[in-house]
């Protein structure tokens, strides 16, 4: 993940093994879908301090499929595990 500053300046913030769906969350976060075998993962990324937040990795065989609705709620799908999961972080 790099950050481009409007002068161009670029600042890499962060990396992902097979990075997949990526969607922006009401707090400005990234939330991330890592396909890579060993990590399979829904993973929050704070954008200003690069930190990272494994929100899910248990269950999946290859997630994919990702939104936020207006209360926040995460949906996950996996279509190789026909499952579609709801998570409500804090």
């Not at 990272?52 to 999946?60: D, I, M, P, Y």
Request: proline residues 7%; aromatic residues 6%; glycine residues 8%.
């Amino acid at each position: 993940v790099w950050r481009i500053a409007p002068d161009g300046i670029k600042t890499r913030i962060g990396g992902f093994g097979m990075p997949d769906d990526v969607v922006i969350d009401p707090h400005g976060n990234l939330l991330i879908i890592d396909l890579q075998p060993a990590i399979h993962a829904l993973i929050r990324m704070n954008v200003s301090t690069g930190k990272r937040e494994v929100l899910a990795n248990k269950g999946f065989i290859e997630p994919q499929g990702l939104l936020v609705d207006t209360h926040d709620n995460i949906f996950l799908s996996d279509d190789y595990a026909d499952i579609i999961v709801e998570y409500q972080p804090v």
